[in-house]
C-alpha cells in the first residue's frame, strides 16, 4: 500500500554538548533506553544507544551497562524488568526515553540520580500547530483532546488543529488563495470546512460565537479517569480486556435438550495426550454410554457412545480443534437410546474410597469441559500436595452461558461435585469463582451454600479471568511459576461443568457423553443452551438453530468452537461437538481481514492486554522474518492463547498463527 | 490515550433532529474506558431513527475506516447522517472520506496522562521538547505545576498542597525532596533559560513520513 505513515517516536537524543555536561558529572553511569513506540516496527535495537557511544567518544568507558526496555513507560513491567539489573554498581542512570520513562525511573530509582538522556518530540507532526494526539495508527489526522469537540459544526474538520491560529469562528481573513498566511504551503482550514460543509449541502452557521474554554478537560476528571483505568487493567491480574461481552442472547435461555442426531461422529482425540485406541468395529452395535475406545496411556481419555445403534465406520474427518483429518467412530443412531449395563446410580457413592472415586472418573472419560480437555484423573492425582480447590464459575468467554446455566439450574449437584473433589484430593478450603455478571448463578449457589464451608467469590469482569493461571492469581494472588502448574503452587483448578460430570459420573452412574453448549451469535435464528451428545454434527446443530442459507455460514460468517475470542474457526461442517466444546458462535465477518503482510506500528497494545505479561510482537517480528526460534527468547511457551493480543492489535496481524507456529517449532527442537 | 464522554443530549438532539442515522462505533481503544452504558441508552432513545449500529475497530486507520463505509455503503445510502462514536481522529477520518455525506460526532475527546495506546500512566509528559527532567529530580514541573514553573515554586503552596488544586502536592516542594534525598539541591539555584515555546512546532515538523 502507498499510503504514507508517520513516524511518531517520542523522543531523540538530548544534543551532544548537554549529553556530556551529563557524563563529566557523574563517576559511570548505566544506560536505560526504550525500544519505542509508534514507529514501523523494522529493528529490534533502537539506534540511540549507539549514536549515544558515538557521541561519548573517550567517554564509553564511564558506560556501566546498558539495558533496552520495551515501552518502558509501562511501569508494571518496567518495574520487573529493572528491578532483576543489577544497578549497584553505578552511581548514575541515564534514560533514553521520553518523559514517561525517564520520569517513571526517577520515581522508581528515588536514591540514586537519573538523568535525561532525551527531550520529548512533540505529537503534532504539524508545521502550524504545536498541539494534537495522534490515533493509534500512524495517519495525519489528529484531535487536540480538547473535551469540547467541534467537528460537528465544521464538517469534521478540526479548527483547533488544523488552523494555525485556532480560530473558531470563521477564518482570520489572511488566506491567498485558499492558502494559509502561516504556512503558505498548507490549506486554510476555514477554507476547507466551507467546501466540505458545501459538499453536504449544510449551511456554514456562524451565529452563535464560539469561545474556547480552556478549563476544559478538568484536571481532576482526568487524573480520575487515568486512576480508574489504571485499576481497572491491573485488578487481580495484570492486563487482560473487556470485549463486549454479549450473554444477553442466551443468558436467560434454560437448557433444552438437543434432538437426537441422525449419526453421531465420534473423535478419538478429544483430550490432552494420547488419542483412545478404537474397541468397535463397522457392524458392532453399541449402546449409550459404552466404552468405544479406551484410554491409551497415562495422559489419555476413554471414549464412550452417546446414542445406541449400528457402527458403520471408523474414518477421518475434520477434527473441529485440531482442524486437520482425524480418525473418528461413526455411529447410526437408532434412537432407541438403550442404556449400557454400565450405567447405574450409586446411591451408596459417599462410601466410596478415593481410589475407587478415581478409577470411576478415569472410566467415565472425564477431561476438563472447560476447553482445555485435560484428563481429569491426572489432574485430581497431582504430584504434590495442594490445599486448595478453586472452582472456576467465570466463563469469562463472551456469548457463552452453558456454564452460567448449569450453575443456575443444578448448584446442588455442583455442590456434592465439589465435596467427590475434595475427598479425593484431600482439600480443606474450596472457593468458587463466578464473575458478577452472573447475578442469576450468584444467587442460586447461595441458596444452596448455607452452612457449608464453601466460599463464594463475585468477582469483576475481566477477559482471561477464567484462564486458570490468572484465575490463581486474582483469588489466591499465588503465580504459577513459568512452565509451571496450578499444583506447583498448592491449587487445583476444576471448571463447574467437569465437576458437574464427576457427580454425573459417580452419582447417576453416566460417562461423559454429552455435555451443555451455548449455540449464538449474530443471525442466529434458535438460540439456547442445550444439552447436545458428544459426536453431534454440526451441520444438524446449524440445520436447528440457523434459518439463513447454509452456504452463507463459511462465506460471510466466522463460525467459531467455543467464544469469539478462544474460539476456533471452523472449515467444515462434518466436525461435530467434542468433550470440550462449550458453543457455537456465529460472527459476521468483518470487512477488514487479518493478514500476515501487514505492518506492525509498536503502538504496544499487545504488551498492555497480556495476561501473561509476554511481548507478542516480537512473535510477529520473528514470524514474519520467518525465523523460527527467536520467539522463545521471549517466552513464547508461557502463552495461555488467550487471544487478547490478536483482538487488540491495531495491525490486524494474525498474532495468534504466529504464535502457534513458534511454539510448535519450540516443540519439535525439543523432541530431537 | 484518547478517551471519550458522550456530548449532551440536548446539543446532540439539536443536530440530529429527526434524521435518519447510521452509527458507528469505534471500539479501537474502548478498552480503556468507555461510556458504553451512556452511548446504549442514547442509541436506544433515538429507536426508529437508527438505520443500523456498527461496531468496528479502529477508525483511525485509513485503510480500515476507507474498508468499513465500502462494507456498509449501501445503509450509509439509507441514512441523512451518519453518526460517530469514536475519538476525534476516528471521526475526522470518517469524515474526510464521507465528503458528501454529514457526518456527526456524539462525543467530546479527552486523553488520559500517558500516551495513546499505551494504558494509563501516573506519570504525564508534556512533549515540550526541552526535557528539564535532569534539573527536577525526574520530576516534571510542567505536568505537576499548573503554572508551568521551572525556576522554583510560586509560594502560594500551603503545607506542601497546590495553591491551585489544593489535593495535589505542589510539584516545587516534591522537588525539592526528591532532590534534599540525592543530595542534589544544588541543582535548583541555577537559573533556567524561559522556555522556547517555537520547539513544539520546529521539532514536530522535523517527523519522518515513512512509505509502507
Not at chain 1, 563529566?24 to 526504550?34: G, K, T, Y
Not at chain 1, 457412545?305 to 474414518?315: A, H, L, T, W, Y
Not at chain 1, 463447574?496 to 451455548?518: E, F, M, N
Amino acid at each position: 500500500m502507498e499510503t504514507k505513515l508517520i513516524d511518531y517516536t517520542k523522543f531523540s537524543l538530548k544534543p551532544a554538548e548537554e549529553i556530556h555536561e551529563i557524563v563529566d558529572r557523574v563517576e559511570n553511569i548505566f544506560i536505560l533506553s526504550c525500544a519505542k513506540c509508534y514507529q514501523l516496527f523494522e529493528r529490534e535495537a533502537g539506534e540511540d544507544y549507539f549514536t549515544l557511544l558515538g557521541l561519548l567518544g573517550e567517554d564509553t568507558k564511564k558506560i556501566a551497562g546498558h539495558a533496552q526496555i520495551d515501552f518502558l513507560c509501562n511501569n508494571i513491567l518496567s518495574e520487573k524488568a529493572i528491578s532483576s539489573l543489577d544497578l549497584s554498581g553505578c552511581s548514575a542512570v541515564g534514560v533514553i526515553s521520553c518523559g514517561l520513562g525517564i520520569q517513571f525511573v526517577a520515581h522508581l530509582l528515588e536514591g540514586k540520580p537519573v538523568y535525561a538522556m532525551a527531550d520529548s518530540v512533540p505529537q503534532s507532526a504539524n508545521s502550524t500547530s504545536g498541539i494534537g494526539y495522534h490515533g493509534i495508527s500512524l495517519e495525519q489526522e489528529k484531535c487536540a483532546a480538547c473535551g469540547q469537540c467541534y467537528l460537528n459544526a465544521t464538517g469534521g474538520i478540526c479548527p483547533m488543529i488544523d488552523c494555525a491560529k485556532g480560530l473558531l469562528n470563521g477564518p482570520c481573513g489572511g488566506a491567498r488563495d485558499g492558502k494559509c498566511e502561516v504556512d503558505p504551503s498548507l490549506d486554510c482550514a476555514w477554507v476547507k470546512i466551507y467546501e466540505r460543509i458545501g459538499n453536504r449541502g449544510e449551511q456554514l452557521t456562524l451565529g452563535d460565537t464560539r469561545i474556547h474554554d480552556y478549563s476544559k478537560p478538568a484536571l481532576q476528571l482526568k487524573n480520575d479517569l487515568s486512576t480508574l483505568n489504571n485499576k481497572l487493567r491491573n485488578e487481580g491480574f495484570y492486563g487482560g480486556l473487556h470485549p463486549l461481552e454479549e450473554k444477553q442472547q442466551t443468558e436467560h435461555l434454560a437448557i433444552e435438550k438437543f434432538p437426537e442426531p441422525e449419526e453421531v461422529v465420534i473423535f478419538l482425540s478429544q483430550h490432552t495426550g494420547k488419542k483412545a485406541s478404537p474397541m468397535v468395529q463397522p457392524g458392532d452395535y453399541v449402546r449409550v454410554g459404552q466404552k468405544i475406545a479406551g484410554a491409551d496411556g497415562f495422559i489419555s481419555a476413554s471414549i464412550h457412545s452417546s446414542v445406541s445403534g449400528k457402527v458403520v465406520s471408523i474414518e477421518e474427518r475434520i477434527h473441529p480443534v485440531l482442524q486437520r483429518r482425524e480418525l473418528a467412530v461413526v455411529i447410526e443412531n437408532d434412537r432407541e437410546n438403550s442404556l449400557d449395563s454400565h450405567c447405574k446410580p450409586n446411591s451408596d457413592f459417599k462410601k466410596l474410597s478415593v481410589k475407587s472415586l478415581l478409577d470411576i472418573v478415569r472410566e467415565s472419560g472425564i477431561v476438563g469441559l472447560g476447553g482445555a480437555m485435560f484428563p481429569t484423573q491426572v489432574k485430581l492425582a497431582p504430584p504434590k500436595k495442594v490445599d486448595t480447590l478453586l472452582v472456576n464459575g467465570c466463563e469469562c468467554e463472551p456469548f457463552l452461558n452453558g456454564d452460567n446455566r448449569i450453575m443456575i439450574e443444578r448448584p446442588q449437584d455442583i455442590i456434592i461435585g465439589i465435596g467427590l473433589l475434595k475427598k479425593i484430593l484431600g482439600v480443606n478450603r474450596t472457593i468458587i469463582g463466578v464473575e458478577n455478571n452472573k447475578a442469576d448463578a450468584i444467587t442460586s449457589f447461595k441458596g444452596v451454600l448455607k452452612n457449608s464451608a464453601v466460599e463464594l467469590l463475585r468477582l469483576n469482569t475481566k477477559y482471561p479471568q477464567g484462564a486458570e493461571k490468572m484465575l490463581i492469581k486474582k483469588i489466591l494472588g499465588r503465580e504459577v511459576p513459568s512452565g509451571g502448574l496450578p499444583f506447583d503452587v498448592g491449587v487445583i483448578v476444576s471448571n463447574v461443568g467437569t465437576i458437574l460430570a464427576v457427580y454425573d459420573a459417580v452419582v447417576q452412574g453416566i460417562p461423559l457423553y454429552k455435555r451443555v453448549i451455548t449455540v449464538s451469535g449474530e443471525d442466529m435464528s434458535r438460540p439456547g443452551n442445550y444439552l447436545v451428545k458428544i459426536g453431534t454434527p454440526l451441520k444438524e446443530i446449524i440445520q436447528y438453530c440457523f434459518d439463513g442459507d447454509i452456504e452463507d455460514i463459511f462465506t460471510k460468517y466466522d463460525l467459531k468452537m467455543g467464544g469469539p475470542m478462544m474460539g476456533i474457526i471452523q472449515t467444515s461442517l462434518d466436525s461435530s461437538v467434542i468433550k470440550g466444546t462449550s458453543g457455537l458462535t456465529l460472527l459476521k465477518r468483518s470487512p477488514v481481514q487479518l493478514s500476515e503482510d501487514n505492518d506492525c506500528i509498536k503502538c504496544g497494545r499487545c504488551v498492555d492486554v497480556c495476561p501473561m505479561e509476554l511481548h507478542p510482537h516480537y512473535y510477529a517480528f520473528y514470524g514474519k522474518k520467518a525465523e523460527l526460534g527467536r520467539a522463545d527468547d521471549y517466552n513464547v511457551m508461557d502463552c495461555i492463547e488467550c487471544r487478547s493480543c490478536e483482538y487488540i492489535c491495531s495491525a490486524k496481524l494474525p498474532l495468534m498463527s504466529f504464535i502457534k507456529r513458534e511454539k510448535e517449532y519450540a516443540r519439535s527442537t525439543v523432541k530431537n | 490515550m484518547l478517551v471519550v464522554q458522550l456530548k449532551t443530549e440536548d446539543e446532540l438532539r439539536l443536530k440530529i433532529a429527526d434524521n435518519k442515522v447510521f452509527i458507528i462505533e469505534c471500539l479501537g481503544c474502548q478498552d480503556v474506558y468507555f461510556p458504553n452504558k451512556e452511548v446504549d441508552e442514547y442509541i436506544r432513545s433515538l429507536e426508529k431513527q437508527v438505520i443500523a449500529r456498527v461496531r468496528l475497530d479502529y477508525l483511525c486507520n485509513r485503510d480500515y475506516a476507507s474498508a468499513y463505509i465500502k462494507a456498509y455503503d449501501k445503509q450509509i445510502q439509507k441514512a441523512q447522517i451518519v453518526l460517530v462514536i469514536s475519538c476525534g481522529v476516528g471521526m475526522q477520518v470518517i469524515s474526510s472520506l464521507l465528503d458528501h455525506k454529514i457526518v456527526y460526532t456524539c462525543c467530546d475527546t479527552l486523553y488520559l496522562n500517558g500516551f495513546q495506546g499505551l494504558s494509563a500512566q501516573p506519570f504525564d509528559c508534556y512533549q515540550c521538547g526541552e526535557c528539564y527532567l535532569n534539573y527536577t529530580g525526574g520530576v516534571c514541573p510542567l505536568t505537576n505545576c499548573p503554572k508551568e514553573l521551572i525556576n522554583g515554586p510560586c509560594g502560594g503552596a500551603r503545607d506542601g498542597k497546590c495553591e491551585v488544586n489544593p489535593d495535589a502536592d505542589c510539584a516545587w516542594a516534591v522537588i525539592y525532596e526528591r532532590l534534599y534525598k540525592l543530595n542534589k539541591l544544588d541543582i535548583v539555584k541555577k537559573i533556567l533559560k524561559p522556555r522556547d515555546h517555537s520547539r513544539i512546532i520546529s521539532q514536530s515538523l522535523s517527523r519522518e513520513r515513512i512509505k509502507r
